[in-house]
Protein backbone atom coordinates (compact mmCIF):
# COMPACT_ATOMS: atom_id res chain seq x y z
CA UNK A 1 0.00 0.00 0.00
CA UNK A 2 2.71 2.44 0.55
CA UNK A 3 4.11 1.98 -2.63
CA UNK A 4 0.86 2.27 -4.33
CA UNK A 5 0.04 6.03 -2.54
CA UNK A 6 3.12 7.57 -4.22
CA UNK A 7 2.47 6.18 -7.20
CA UNK A 8 -1.15 7.25 -8.01
CA UNK A 9 0.62 10.85 -6.38
CA UNK A 10 3.05 10.49 -9.32
CA UNK A 11 0.52 9.48 -12.30
CA UNK A 12 -1.40 12.59 -11.04
CA UNK A 13 1.35 14.26 -11.24
CA UNK A 14 2.55 13.42 -14.56
CA UNK A 15 -1.49 14.29 -15.85
CA UNK A 16 -1.10 17.61 -14.96
CA UNK A 17 1.73 18.45 -16.66
CA UNK A 18 0.09 16.64 -19.99
CA UNK A 19 -3.01 18.59 -19.61
CA UNK A 20 -3.52 21.45 -22.49
CA UNK A 21 -1.97 24.32 -21.25
CA UNK A 22 -3.51 26.87 -24.06
CA UNK A 23 -6.87 26.07 -22.73
CA UNK A 24 -6.46 26.74 -19.01
CA UNK A 25 -4.85 30.07 -19.48
CA UNK A 26 -7.44 33.49 -19.67
CA UNK A 27 -7.84 34.61 -23.27
CA UNK A 28 -6.34 37.92 -24.06
CA UNK A 29 -9.21 39.26 -25.78
CA UNK A 30 -11.99 40.78 -23.76
CA UNK A 31 -15.21 38.83 -22.81
CA UNK A 32 -18.84 40.30 -21.89
CA UNK A 33 -20.13 37.42 -19.80
CA UNK A 34 -20.00 34.58 -22.36
CA UNK A 35 -19.24 36.38 -25.44
CA UNK A 36 -16.20 37.21 -26.64
CA UNK A 37 -15.42 40.71 -27.93
CA UNK A 38 -13.57 42.39 -30.51
CA UNK A 39 -9.90 43.61 -29.12
CA UNK A 40 -8.81 47.08 -30.26
CA UNK A 41 -5.43 45.94 -31.49
CA UNK A 42 -5.47 43.72 -33.92
CA UNK A 43 -4.08 40.21 -32.88
CA UNK A 44 -0.78 38.63 -34.47
CA UNK A 45 -0.55 35.13 -35.22
CA UNK A 46 3.46 33.71 -35.93
CA UNK A 47 3.64 30.48 -36.89
CA UNK A 48 7.06 28.73 -38.31
CA UNK A 49 8.76 25.07 -39.19
CA UNK A 50 6.58 22.22 -41.69
CA UNK A 51 2.72 22.93 -42.42
CA UNK A 52 2.31 20.85 -39.89
CA UNK A 53 4.14 22.25 -37.12
CA UNK A 54 2.75 25.91 -38.36
CA UNK A 55 -1.14 24.52 -38.04
CA UNK A 56 -0.36 23.03 -34.72
CA UNK A 57 0.93 26.43 -33.71
CA UNK A 58 -2.22 28.70 -34.93
CA UNK A 59 -4.61 26.28 -33.68
CA UNK A 60 -2.43 26.94 -29.99
CA UNK A 61 -2.02 30.76 -30.81
CA UNK A 62 -5.63 30.83 -31.25
CA UNK A 63 -7.10 29.41 -27.68
CA UNK A 64 -4.51 32.13 -26.48
CA UNK A 65 -6.03 34.56 -27.95
CA UNK A 66 -9.63 33.67 -28.47
CA UNK A 67 -9.95 31.35 -25.41
CA UNK A 68 -11.31 28.16 -26.36
CA UNK A 69 -14.70 29.86 -27.86
CA UNK A 70 -13.97 29.40 -31.73
CA UNK A 71 -12.23 25.98 -31.89
CA UNK A 72 -14.75 24.59 -29.45
CA UNK A 73 -17.80 25.78 -31.09
CA UNK A 74 -16.19 24.68 -34.93
CA UNK A 75 -15.45 20.94 -33.52
CA UNK A 76 -19.59 21.19 -32.65
CA UNK A 77 -21.00 22.06 -35.77
CA UNK A 78 -22.77 19.42 -37.59
CA UNK A 79 -22.68 19.20 -41.55
CA UNK A 80 -25.84 18.31 -43.40
CA UNK A 81 -24.93 14.96 -45.99
CA UNK A 82 -24.94 17.85 -49.02
CA UNK A 83 -22.45 19.74 -47.29
CA UNK A 84 -20.40 17.02 -46.52
CA UNK A 85 -20.00 16.02 -49.88
CA UNK A 86 -19.25 19.16 -51.02
CA UNK A 87 -16.57 19.23 -48.62
CA UNK A 88 -15.14 16.07 -50.15
CA UNK A 89 -15.32 17.90 -53.00
CA UNK A 90 -13.12 20.63 -51.52
CA UNK A 91 -10.68 18.16 -49.74
CA UNK A 92 -9.86 16.37 -53.13
CA UNK A 93 -9.12 19.79 -54.98
CA UNK A 94 -6.85 21.08 -51.99
CA UNK A 95 -4.89 17.75 -51.96
CA UNK A 96 -4.59 17.95 -55.67
CA UNK A 97 -3.73 22.11 -55.87
CA UNK A 98 -2.19 23.11 -52.60
CA UNK A 99 -0.99 19.85 -50.68
CA UNK A 100 0.84 21.70 -48.47
CA UNK A 101 -2.19 22.75 -46.79
CA UNK A 102 -3.49 19.42 -46.16
CA UNK A 103 -0.95 19.41 -43.78
CA UNK A 104 -1.74 22.45 -42.05
CA UNK A 105 -5.19 21.49 -41.27
CA UNK A 106 -4.30 18.34 -40.10
CA UNK A 107 -1.71 20.87 -37.35
CA UNK A 108 -4.66 22.61 -36.71
CA UNK A 109 -6.98 19.57 -35.74
CA UNK A 110 -4.01 18.45 -33.60
CA UNK A 111 -3.06 21.67 -32.48
CA UNK A 112 -7.09 21.95 -31.13
CA UNK A 113 -7.04 18.30 -30.09
CA UNK A 114 -3.73 18.64 -27.70
CA UNK A 115 -5.85 21.69 -26.24
CA UNK A 116 -8.09 19.45 -25.03
CA UNK A 117 -10.53 20.19 -27.78
CA UNK A 118 -11.02 16.85 -29.83
CA UNK A 119 -10.96 18.16 -33.69
CA UNK A 120 -11.08 15.93 -36.72
CA UNK A 121 -9.09 17.24 -40.10
CA UNK A 122 -12.34 17.59 -41.84
CA UNK A 123 -14.06 19.59 -39.41
CA UNK A 124 -11.33 21.86 -39.39
CA UNK A 125 -11.15 21.74 -43.24
CA UNK A 126 -14.85 23.10 -43.02
CA UNK A 127 -14.23 26.01 -41.16
CA UNK A 128 -12.45 27.54 -44.51
CA UNK A 129 -14.23 25.86 -47.44
CA UNK A 130 -18.07 26.98 -46.03
CA UNK A 131 -19.04 30.19 -47.28
CA UNK A 132 -22.28 30.48 -44.74
CA UNK A 133 -22.43 32.12 -42.12
CA UNK A 134 -24.67 30.01 -40.29
CA UNK A 135 -27.12 27.30 -40.33
CA UNK A 136 -29.60 29.28 -42.36
CA UNK A 137 -27.08 30.18 -44.81
CA UNK A 138 -26.86 33.85 -46.40
CA UNK A 139 -23.97 35.84 -47.82
CA UNK A 140 -22.60 38.78 -45.38
CA UNK A 141 -22.17 42.19 -47.36
CA UNK A 142 -19.23 43.51 -46.90
CA UNK A 143 -16.64 46.30 -49.28
CA UNK A 144 -12.88 46.77 -49.35
CA UNK A 145 -10.40 49.05 -50.71
CA UNK A 146 -7.07 48.55 -52.02
CA UNK A 147 -4.27 50.46 -53.94
CA UNK A 148 -0.33 50.27 -54.64
CA UNK A 149 1.74 53.22 -55.98
CA UNK A 150 5.54 52.69 -57.11
CA UNK A 151 8.02 54.64 -59.01
CA UNK A 152 7.63 58.07 -60.40
CA UNK A 153 4.42 58.31 -58.21
CA UNK A 154 5.94 57.92 -54.89
CA UNK A 155 8.78 59.85 -53.24
CA UNK A 156 11.28 57.03 -53.44
CA UNK A 157 10.15 55.23 -55.80
CA UNK A 158 9.61 52.03 -53.87
CA UNK A 159 6.47 50.02 -54.07
CA UNK A 160 4.24 50.81 -51.47
CA UNK A 161 0.34 49.74 -51.04
CA UNK A 162 -2.58 49.84 -48.50
CA UNK A 163 -5.63 47.73 -48.59
CA UNK A 164 -8.92 47.89 -45.97
CA UNK A 165 -11.49 45.59 -45.31
CA UNK A 166 -15.18 46.70 -44.90
CA UNK A 167 -17.23 44.70 -42.70
CA UNK A 168 -18.65 44.00 -39.60
CA UNK A 169 -15.19 42.92 -37.63
CA UNK A 170 -16.52 40.45 -35.03
CA UNK A 171 -14.28 37.47 -33.38
CA UNK A 172 -15.55 34.51 -35.61
CA UNK A 173 -18.60 32.16 -36.08
CA UNK A 174 -18.71 28.21 -35.30
CA UNK A 175 -19.63 27.95 -38.63
CA UNK A 176 -16.82 29.44 -40.81
CA UNK A 177 -13.46 30.78 -41.27
CA UNK A 178 -14.02 34.76 -39.44
CA UNK A 179 -11.65 35.46 -36.65
CA UNK A 180 -9.47 38.22 -37.67
CA UNK A 181 -5.48 38.17 -36.87
CA UNK A 182 -2.63 39.29 -38.83
CA UNK A 183 -0.62 36.37 -40.12
CA UNK A 184 2.64 35.92 -40.20
CA UNK A 185 4.21 32.33 -41.88
CA UNK A 186 7.95 31.33 -41.86
CA UNK A 187 7.92 28.01 -44.03
CA UNK A 188 10.55 25.76 -43.97
CA UNK A 189 10.70 25.79 -47.56
CA UNK A 190 9.28 28.58 -49.84
CA UNK A 191 8.71 32.75 -48.96
CA UNK A 192 8.18 33.99 -45.77
CA UNK A 193 4.83 35.92 -45.58
CA UNK A 194 1.82 37.68 -44.21
CA UNK A 195 -1.88 37.97 -44.58
CA UNK A 196 -4.20 39.74 -42.42
CA UNK A 197 -7.44 37.11 -43.16
CA UNK A 198 -10.08 37.62 -43.32
CA UNK A 199 -10.72 40.84 -44.87
CA UNK A 200 -12.30 40.38 -48.30
CA UNK A 201 -13.11 36.66 -47.23
CA UNK A 202 -9.28 35.91 -48.50
CA UNK A 203 -7.08 37.93 -46.55
CA UNK A 204 -5.77 40.78 -48.43
CA UNK A 205 -3.62 42.62 -47.88
CA UNK A 206 -0.29 39.99 -47.56
CA UNK A 207 2.84 40.05 -48.50
CA UNK A 208 5.67 38.37 -48.97
CA UNK A 209 10.00 38.41 -48.59
CA UNK A 210 10.23 38.49 -52.75
CA UNK A 211 8.50 41.91 -52.62
CA UNK A 212 5.24 40.37 -53.77
CA UNK A 213 2.08 42.15 -52.41
CA UNK A 214 -1.57 40.88 -52.38
CA UNK A 215 -3.38 44.30 -52.60
CA UNK A 216 -6.62 43.65 -52.79
CA UNK A 217 -9.44 41.12 -53.94
CA UNK A 218 -9.46 43.12 -57.05
CA UNK A 219 -13.02 42.65 -57.72
CA UNK A 220 -12.31 39.12 -59.49
CA UNK A 221 -15.30 37.37 -60.09
CA UNK A 222 -17.91 40.32 -59.59
CA UNK A 223 -19.58 40.08 -62.89
CA UNK A 224 -21.27 36.77 -61.65
CA UNK A 225 -21.79 38.21 -58.00
CA UNK A 226 -23.58 41.34 -59.94
CA UNK A 227 -25.66 39.12 -62.36
CA UNK A 228 -26.62 36.55 -60.14
CA UNK A 229 -24.65 34.10 -62.17
CA UNK A 230 -22.78 32.65 -59.60
CA UNK A 231 -23.24 28.82 -59.35
CA UNK A 232 -21.99 27.61 -55.70
CA UNK A 233 -19.09 25.47 -57.59
CA UNK A 234 -16.66 24.45 -55.30
CA UNK A 235 -12.73 25.05 -55.52
CA UNK A 236 -9.69 25.78 -53.46
CA UNK A 237 -10.77 27.88 -50.40
CA UNK A 238 -10.01 31.30 -51.04
CA UNK A 239 -7.90 31.77 -48.02
CA UNK A 240 -6.00 28.75 -49.44
CA UNK A 241 -5.15 30.94 -52.57
CA UNK A 242 -3.39 33.70 -50.51
CA UNK A 243 -1.76 30.75 -48.32
CA UNK A 244 -0.18 29.26 -51.66
CA UNK A 245 0.36 32.46 -53.87
CA UNK A 246 2.36 34.01 -51.04
CA UNK A 247 4.32 31.14 -50.62
CA UNK A 248 5.96 30.58 -54.06
CA UNK A 249 5.30 33.55 -56.26
CA UNK A 250 8.62 35.63 -56.74
CA UNK A 251 6.97 38.33 -58.68
CA UNK A 252 3.28 39.50 -59.50
CA UNK A 253 3.06 37.61 -62.53
CA UNK A 254 4.17 34.11 -60.52
CA UNK A 255 1.21 35.15 -58.49
CA UNK A 256 -1.24 35.55 -61.45
CA UNK A 257 -0.18 32.49 -63.11
CA UNK A 258 -0.51 30.60 -59.80
CA UNK A 259 -3.86 32.26 -58.86
CA UNK A 260 -5.72 31.45 -62.25
CA UNK A 261 -3.74 27.70 -62.12
CA UNK A 262 -6.49 27.20 -59.16
CA UNK A 263 -9.87 25.82 -59.51
CA UNK A 264 -11.80 28.51 -57.60
CA UNK A 265 -15.41 29.07 -55.98
CA UNK A 266 -17.35 31.34 -58.73
CA UNK A 267 -14.45 32.26 -60.05
CA UNK A 268 -13.16 34.64 -57.01
CA UNK A 269 -9.98 33.81 -56.93
CA UNK A 270 -8.05 36.09 -58.21
CA UNK A 271 -7.24 39.90 -56.82
CA UNK A 272 -5.21 43.04 -57.79
CA UNK A 273 -1.05 41.98 -56.97
CA UNK A 274 1.93 43.99 -57.31
CA UNK A 275 5.77 43.96 -56.99
CA UNK A 276 8.97 45.78 -56.24
CA UNK A 277 10.10 45.75 -59.72
CA UNK A 278 7.11 47.71 -60.70
CA UNK A 279 4.39 45.16 -62.16
CA UNK A 280 1.25 45.43 -61.01
CA UNK A 281 -2.19 43.79 -62.22
CA UNK A 282 -5.69 43.05 -61.30
CA UNK A 283 -7.46 40.26 -62.36
CA UNK A 284 -11.18 41.55 -63.27
CA UNK A 285 -12.35 38.81 -64.97
CA UNK A 286 -10.50 34.47 -64.98
CA UNK A 287 -12.82 33.25 -68.10
CA UNK A 288 -15.16 34.47 -70.34
CA UNK A 289 -13.69 36.51 -71.35
CA UNK A 290 -10.09 36.86 -69.20
CA UNK A 291 -9.42 40.65 -68.82
CA UNK A 292 -6.56 41.53 -66.73
CA UNK A 293 -6.33 45.21 -65.89
CA UNK A 294 -3.19 46.96 -65.56
CA UNK A 295 -1.84 50.57 -64.44
CA UNK A 296 -2.49 52.89 -67.44
CA UNK A 297 -5.67 51.39 -68.53
CA UNK A 298 -7.97 54.15 -67.06
CA UNK A 299 -5.04 56.82 -66.78
CA UNK A 300 -2.94 55.69 -64.02
CA UNK A 301 1.35 56.02 -64.33
CA UNK A 302 2.66 53.79 -61.71
CA UNK A 303 -0.30 53.42 -59.41
CA UNK A 304 -3.57 51.00 -59.78
CA UNK A 305 -6.56 50.99 -57.34
CA UNK A 306 -9.58 48.89 -56.94
CA UNK A 307 -12.67 48.62 -54.64
CA UNK A 308 -15.79 46.79 -55.37
CA UNK A 309 -16.84 47.97 -58.80
CA UNK A 310 -15.35 46.71 -62.21
CA UNK A 311 -13.51 48.41 -64.41
CA UNK A 312 -13.43 46.63 -68.08
CA UNK A 313 -15.53 48.19 -70.55
CA UNK A 314 -16.43 44.15 -71.26
CA UNK A 315 -18.07 43.80 -67.98
CA UNK A 316 -20.78 46.18 -68.06
CA UNK A 317 -23.26 44.25 -69.26
CA UNK A 318 -22.77 42.60 -65.76
CA UNK A 319 -24.93 44.96 -63.92
CA UNK A 320 -28.34 44.74 -64.13
CA UNK A 321 -29.44 47.90 -62.72
CA UNK A 322 -33.64 47.84 -61.69
CA UNK A 323 -36.38 49.98 -63.74
CA UNK A 324 -35.89 53.70 -63.31
CA UNK A 325 -31.94 53.24 -62.98
CA UNK A 326 -28.97 53.60 -65.14
CA UNK A 327 -26.06 51.93 -65.99
CA UNK A 328 -23.30 54.09 -66.36
CA UNK A 329 -19.14 54.35 -66.47
CA UNK A 330 -17.96 56.58 -64.62
CA UNK A 331 -14.06 57.81 -66.11
CA UNK A 332 -11.47 56.68 -62.96
CA UNK A 333 -14.35 55.60 -61.42
CA UNK A 334 -15.65 52.38 -63.27
CA UNK A 335 -19.06 51.00 -63.52
CA UNK A 336 -22.06 52.19 -61.98
CA UNK A 337 -24.45 49.51 -61.34
CA UNK A 338 -26.08 47.94 -58.58
CA UNK A 339 -24.23 46.17 -55.25
CA UNK A 340 -20.83 47.23 -54.46
CA UNK A 341 -20.78 49.33 -57.16
CA UNK A 342 -22.74 52.49 -56.18
CA UNK A 343 -20.31 52.79 -52.94
CA UNK A 344 -17.01 52.58 -54.74
CA UNK A 345 -17.22 55.62 -57.14
CA UNK A 346 -16.58 57.70 -54.85
CA UNK A 347 -14.15 56.00 -53.24
CA UNK A 348 -12.24 55.66 -56.94
CA UNK A 349 -12.96 59.11 -57.38
CA UNK A 350 -11.01 59.58 -54.45
CA UNK A 351 -7.81 57.85 -55.07
CA UNK A 352 -7.61 58.99 -58.46
CA UNK A 353 -7.67 62.25 -57.19
CA UNK A 354 -4.91 61.94 -54.52
CA UNK A 355 -2.74 59.82 -56.58
CA UNK A 356 -3.60 62.08 -59.84
CA UNK A 357 -3.54 65.44 -58.15
CA UNK A 358 -0.34 64.64 -55.44
CA UNK A 359 1.50 62.95 -57.72
CA UNK A 360 4.84 61.96 -56.77
CA UNK A 361 3.71 62.50 -53.34
CA UNK A 362 3.24 59.70 -51.95
CA UNK A 363 5.23 57.80 -48.81
CA UNK A 364 4.08 56.08 -45.91
CA UNK A 365 2.71 59.58 -44.16
CA UNK A 366 0.74 60.33 -47.45
CA UNK A 367 -0.69 56.41 -47.15
CA UNK A 368 -1.59 56.98 -43.53
CA UNK A 369 -3.38 60.06 -43.89
CA UNK A 370 -5.51 58.51 -47.15
CA UNK A 371 -7.05 56.44 -44.38
CA UNK A 372 -7.51 58.83 -42.00
CA UNK A 373 -9.02 61.58 -44.24
CA UNK A 374 -12.97 61.12 -44.12
CA UNK A 375 -15.57 61.65 -46.48
CA UNK A 376 -18.15 64.43 -46.08
CA UNK A 377 -21.44 63.23 -44.69
CA UNK A 378 -24.28 61.79 -46.80
CA UNK A 379 -26.08 65.18 -48.11
CA UNK A 380 -29.75 64.63 -46.44
CA UNK A 381 -30.33 66.08 -43.03
CA UNK A 382 -31.22 62.59 -41.40
CA UNK A 383 -28.90 59.60 -41.30
CA UNK A 384 -32.45 57.54 -41.49
CA UNK A 385 -33.22 60.05 -44.98
CA UNK A 386 -29.33 58.56 -46.36
CA UNK A 387 -30.27 55.23 -45.46
CA UNK A 388 -33.97 54.52 -47.14
CA UNK A 389 -32.78 56.79 -50.53
CA UNK A 390 -29.46 54.90 -51.15
CA UNK A 391 -30.95 51.85 -52.96
CA UNK A 392 -33.15 54.25 -55.32
CA UNK A 393 -30.40 57.06 -55.68
CA UNK A 394 -27.81 54.24 -56.36
CA UNK A 395 -25.91 55.93 -53.61
CA UNK A 396 -25.22 59.47 -55.64
CA UNK A 397 -25.38 61.47 -52.69
CA UNK A 398 -23.02 59.67 -50.58
CA UNK A 399 -19.27 60.87 -50.73
CA UNK A 400 -17.38 58.25 -48.60
CA UNK A 401 -13.63 58.05 -49.46
CA UNK A 402 -11.57 54.54 -48.27
CA UNK A 403 -11.30 55.90 -44.54
CA UNK A 404 -14.96 55.07 -42.97
CA UNK A 405 -17.01 53.74 -40.16
CA UNK A 406 -16.70 50.55 -41.16
CA UNK A 407 -12.70 49.65 -41.75
CA UNK A 408 -12.64 46.20 -39.86
CA UNK A 409 -8.62 46.68 -40.71
CA UNK A 410 -6.31 48.87 -42.66
CA UNK A 411 -3.05 47.52 -43.07
CA UNK A 412 -0.04 49.58 -45.36
CA UNK A 413 2.66 47.02 -46.62
CA UNK A 414 6.11 48.73 -47.42
CA UNK A 415 7.64 45.55 -49.39
CA UNK A 416 10.76 44.17 -49.71
CA UNK A 417 12.95 41.65 -51.94
CA UNK A 418 14.64 40.27 -48.83
CA UNK A 419 13.90 41.11 -45.14
CA UNK A 420 12.50 44.43 -44.64
CA UNK A 421 9.76 44.32 -45.59
CA UNK A 422 6.95 46.04 -43.23
CA UNK A 423 3.39 46.22 -42.63
CA UNK A 424 1.49 48.92 -40.71
CA UNK A 425 -2.02 47.95 -39.20
CA UNK A 426 -5.02 49.68 -37.56
CA UNK A 427 -7.60 47.97 -36.18
CA UNK A 428 -10.67 49.32 -37.87
CA UNK A 429 -10.73 52.45 -38.64
CA UNK A 430 -8.11 55.10 -38.57
CA UNK A 431 -9.86 58.46 -38.38
CA UNK A 432 -11.64 59.71 -35.07
CA UNK A 433 -14.07 61.43 -37.20
CA UNK A 434 -14.94 59.58 -40.24
CA UNK A 435 -18.67 58.82 -41.89
CA UNK A 436 -20.10 55.56 -43.70
CA UNK A 437 -19.52 54.97 -47.27
CA UNK A 438 -22.43 52.68 -47.54
CA UNK A 439 -25.52 51.77 -45.60
CA UNK A 440 -24.18 48.70 -43.91
CA UNK A 441 -21.29 50.15 -42.26
CA UNK A 442 -22.61 52.70 -39.33
CA UNK A 443 -19.94 50.42 -37.73
CA UNK A 444 -18.65 51.62 -34.47
CA UNK A 445 -15.43 49.34 -32.54
CA UNK A 446 -15.05 48.87 -29.19
CA UNK A 447 -12.18 51.18 -27.22
CA UNK A 448 -10.73 51.81 -30.59
CA UNK A 449 -7.17 53.15 -30.95
CA UNK A 450 -6.98 55.12 -34.24
CA UNK A 451 -3.53 54.48 -34.64
CA UNK A 452 -1.51 52.04 -36.93
CA UNK A 453 1.55 49.53 -35.31
CA UNK A 454 3.99 48.19 -36.82
CA UNK A 455 5.61 44.54 -38.16
CA UNK A 456 9.01 43.74 -39.92
CA UNK A 457 8.66 40.47 -42.19
CA UNK A 458 11.95 39.26 -40.57
CA UNK A 459 14.07 36.26 -41.36
CA UNK A 460 12.87 34.30 -38.22
CA UNK A 461 10.30 35.18 -35.45
CA UNK A 462 12.85 36.19 -33.30
CA UNK A 463 14.11 39.04 -35.73
CA UNK A 464 10.23 39.79 -36.18
CA UNK A 465 9.91 40.10 -32.27
CA UNK A 466 13.08 42.26 -31.96
CA UNK A 467 11.88 45.10 -34.75
CA UNK A 468 8.50 45.06 -32.85
CA UNK A 469 9.96 45.25 -29.21
CA UNK A 470 12.43 48.09 -30.99
CA UNK A 471 9.52 50.14 -32.31
CA UNK A 472 7.33 49.48 -29.16
CA UNK A 473 10.10 51.66 -27.05
CA UNK A 474 11.00 54.71 -29.56
CA UNK A 475 7.13 54.58 -29.36
CA UNK A 476 7.01 54.68 -25.52
CA UNK A 477 9.69 57.58 -25.63
CA UNK A 478 7.35 59.86 -27.90
CA UNK A 479 4.20 59.12 -26.05
CA UNK A 480 5.45 59.52 -22.43
CA UNK A 481 7.65 63.17 -23.88
CA UNK A 482 4.11 64.43 -24.74
CA UNK A 483 2.10 63.21 -21.57
CA UNK A 484 4.82 64.71 -19.54
CA UNK A 485 3.90 67.74 -20.86
CA UNK A 486 0.55 68.12 -18.80
CA UNK A 487 -0.07 68.41 -15.38
CA UNK A 488 -2.61 66.92 -12.82
CA UNK A 489 -4.64 69.90 -13.33
CA UNK A 490 -5.06 68.82 -17.09
CA UNK A 491 -8.16 67.20 -17.65
CA UNK A 492 -6.41 64.72 -20.08
CA UNK A 493 -3.22 63.56 -18.05
CA UNK A 494 -5.69 60.83 -15.69
CA UNK A 495 -6.80 58.80 -18.91
CA UNK A 496 -3.76 59.24 -20.98
CA UNK A 497 -1.77 58.31 -18.09
CA UNK A 498 -3.31 55.39 -17.42
CA UNK A 499 -3.73 54.14 -21.30
CA UNK A 500 0.32 54.94 -21.28
CA UNK A 501 0.61 52.49 -18.56
CA UNK A 502 -1.06 49.69 -20.42
CA UNK A 503 1.32 50.29 -22.86
CA UNK A 504 3.94 50.01 -20.22
CA UNK A 505 2.25 46.66 -18.45
CA UNK A 506 2.63 45.38 -22.58
CA UNK A 507 6.20 46.11 -22.71
CA UNK A 508 6.84 44.09 -19.39
CA UNK A 509 4.66 41.11 -20.81
CA UNK A 510 6.57 41.43 -23.87
CA UNK A 511 10.12 41.09 -21.97
CA UNK A 512 8.94 38.16 -20.36
CA UNK A 513 7.94 36.51 -23.38
CA UNK A 514 11.09 36.89 -24.71
CA UNK A 515 13.16 35.66 -22.06
CA UNK A 516 10.85 32.50 -22.42
CA UNK A 517 11.38 32.00 -25.98
CA UNK A 518 14.84 32.41 -25.40
CA UNK A 519 15.21 29.23 -23.15
CA UNK A 520 12.92 27.17 -25.08
CA UNK A 521 12.63 25.60 -28.52
CA UNK A 522 10.27 24.05 -31.13
CA UNK A 523 6.82 24.67 -30.97
CA UNK A 524 6.93 26.50 -27.12
CA UNK A 525 9.44 28.64 -28.47
CA UNK A 526 7.11 30.09 -31.55
CA UNK A 527 4.01 30.47 -29.02
CA UNK A 528 6.85 32.76 -27.22
CA UNK A 529 7.85 34.93 -29.38
CA UNK A 530 4.20 35.04 -30.89
CA UNK A 531 2.97 35.82 -27.62
CA UNK A 532 5.78 38.89 -27.14
CA UNK A 533 5.31 40.49 -30.76
CA UNK A 534 1.46 40.83 -29.74
CA UNK A 535 2.45 42.38 -26.42
CA UNK A 536 4.91 45.10 -28.30
CA UNK A 537 2.17 45.44 -31.06
CA UNK A 538 -0.14 46.11 -28.33
CA UNK A 539 2.30 48.55 -26.27
CA UNK A 540 2.86 50.45 -29.87
CA UNK A 541 -0.43 51.07 -30.21
CA UNK A 542 -1.25 52.73 -26.46
CA UNK A 543 1.82 54.60 -26.80
CA UNK A 544 0.61 55.72 -30.34
CA UNK A 545 -2.49 56.46 -29.15
CA UNK A 546 -1.49 58.80 -26.20
CA UNK A 547 0.87 60.66 -28.39
CA UNK A 548 -1.87 61.23 -31.28
CA UNK A 549 -4.55 62.03 -28.70
CA UNK A 550 -2.05 65.33 -27.99
CA UNK A 551 -0.66 65.76 -31.34
CA UNK A 552 -2.82 64.36 -33.79
CA UNK A 553 -1.58 62.86 -36.80
CA UNK A 554 -1.78 64.31 -40.67
CA UNK A 555 -5.64 63.77 -41.47
CA UNK A 556 -5.93 65.51 -44.65
CA UNK A 557 -3.38 66.76 -47.52
CA UNK A 558 -2.76 70.09 -46.24
CA UNK A 559 -1.72 68.61 -43.03
CA UNK A 560 1.08 67.39 -44.95
CA UNK A 561 2.12 70.71 -46.71
CA UNK A 562 0.24 69.64 -49.50
CA UNK A 563 -1.87 72.33 -52.08
CA UNK A 564 -5.96 72.42 -50.30
CA UNK A 565 -7.99 69.76 -51.58
CA UNK A 566 -9.71 70.61 -53.99
CA UNK A 567 -8.21 73.60 -54.54
CA UNK A 568 -8.84 75.32 -58.08
CA UNK A 569 -4.46 74.42 -58.75
CA UNK A 570 -5.56 70.73 -59.47
CA UNK A 571 -7.64 68.53 -61.82
CA UNK A 572 -10.46 66.67 -60.00
CA UNK A 573 -12.41 64.47 -61.39
CA UNK A 574 -15.97 64.15 -60.16
CA UNK A 575 -19.61 62.32 -61.31
CA UNK A 576 -20.68 65.66 -62.62
CA UNK A 577 -17.37 67.03 -63.84
CA UNK A 578 -16.02 64.12 -66.03
CA UNK A 579 -18.11 62.87 -69.09
CA UNK A 580 -20.22 60.28 -67.46
CA UNK A 581 -21.75 57.51 -70.13
CA UNK A 582 -24.89 56.71 -69.83
CA UNK A 583 -26.81 53.77 -70.85
CA UNK A 584 -30.90 52.98 -70.06
Known amino acids: MSLQRPSRLLIAAALTLLAPVASSQEPEIPYAGEVPLVPNVRPVIVVSGTYYEMGYQHSQQLIQIFGTYYLKGASEVKRSAEELGGLKQVDALVR ?32 FATTENGPSGGREEEDCSGWAAWGSAT ?46 GAGHPGMNNKGVVYVHHGAT ?48 QGGLWADVNGNALDIENRDNPRLIRRPGDNGEKDFIYATNNLFSKELGSCYKPPAGQKLAFVPHAGWLGTQGSRESIPRNLGMWNLFANYYGKVDLEFAKMMWRFSGDPPYYDTIEEAVADFDKSQGRRWNGKISETGN ?74 ELRKLTYRDAAYAPLDELFNKAATEWQKGEFYVDAARKTAGNES ?29 ARPEDLGLPKWLGEWGKWATREGTDVTEFP
Open 408 to 481: SVVAILQPDNGDKGVVHVSQGCASRISEPHWTGLLLYRIAPTYTFFELNLGATPRATAEQARRRAMFDMYYGNK
Open 221 to 268: GYCGRASGAETGEKGVPRPFMVLHALRFANSALDAQNIVLSLPNPDGR
Open 526 to 554: VGHWAKAIRCYTRCQAYAKQVRESLVPPP
Open 155 to 200: KDGKLIAGGSGDHQIRVGSKYRYRYEVVLVCFPKTGNNFLLCPPSG
Open 96 to 127: KHTPELVEYVRGMAAGASAAGIPMTYEQMLAQ
